[in-house]
């Protein structure tokens, strides 16, 4: 996990699906079909360290008995 400068004190970001840190933006293809995005925020109870590298869908099941809280949000992007 990576603190980037604009980050709140004590946030973290690990690596996205383009393999940098941080958040880059929806980057639907070209010309296709709607692409569905969804934001998930989870406020989890302790600190846990991992690595920057881990993917999603294990750093989920790393935390998942210390979620206190989430919230999703969905949406749709197209690029013409």
Do not use: W
Request: aromatic residues 6%; glycine residues 10%; contains cysteine.
């Amino acid at each position: 996990p990576v603190a980037k400068p604009e980050d709140p004190a004590g946030a973290l970001q690990g690596k996205n699906s383009s393999g940098t840190v941080g958040y880059t933006g929806p980057n639907p293809p070209r010309g296709g079909k709607p692409h569905r995005i969804r934001f998930t925020l989870f406020a989890i109870k302790n600190e846990i360290d991992y690595p920057a590298e881990l993917r999603r869908e294990a750093l989920e099941r790393m935390f998942a008995n210390h979620i206190v809280a989430q919230c999703s949000i969905e949406c749709k992007a197209t690029v013409g």
